[in-house]
């Protein structure tokens, strides 16, 4: 009996880019829901969130807030662990993130002398949250 090769539907690629496209769509959300509730937590502790989001023409912060006179500018990063979120940061990111900073407080009353804190906010699989305030502190 001869073997005849039938190709599966949609194997010229398009499940393949559909799935991506899915699983793209997928972090995405997460990486929102991670957001959101990254922005619940501080402001349970009394940090205004004033922008999410902000885009400057360096980066984009994920979220920004106020608490008393320090502007704080907060990354978010989600995955399966903390460990491994940490590890989606790269130092060429950090420094885009530095960019952004200076270029959001350049608008402020008091310019580059506002008090800052820039903060990593960590989320896990299980929607846990660890915070790593002044992360970037050296």
Not at 34 to 43: D, G, T
Request: charged share 25%.
């Amino acid at each position: 009996m001869p073997f005849d090769f039938v190709a599966s539907p949609g194997f010229d690629g398009s499940t393949v880019k559909r799935r991506r496209a899915e699983r793209g769509l997928g972090n995405h959300l997460a990486g929102h829901a991670a957001e959101a509730a990254v922005a619940r937590l501080y402001e349970s502790r009394g940090v205004a969130i004033c922008a999410r989001n902000w885009r400057g023409s360096r980066a984009e912060i994920d979220l920004v807030g106020r608490q008393g006179d320090t502007v704080v500018f907060i990354e978010v990063k989600q995955s399966q662990t903390h460990d491994r979120a940490a590890s989606h940061l790269s130092q060429a990111q950090i420094a885009r993130i530095f960019g952004a900073v200076e270029e959001f407080v350049a608008s402020e009353p008091n310019g580059l002398l506002t008090d800052v804190r820039i903060d990593l906010a960590l989320v896990d699989g299980q929607g846990r949250i660890e915070v790593l305030e002044n992360a970037f502190a050296g």
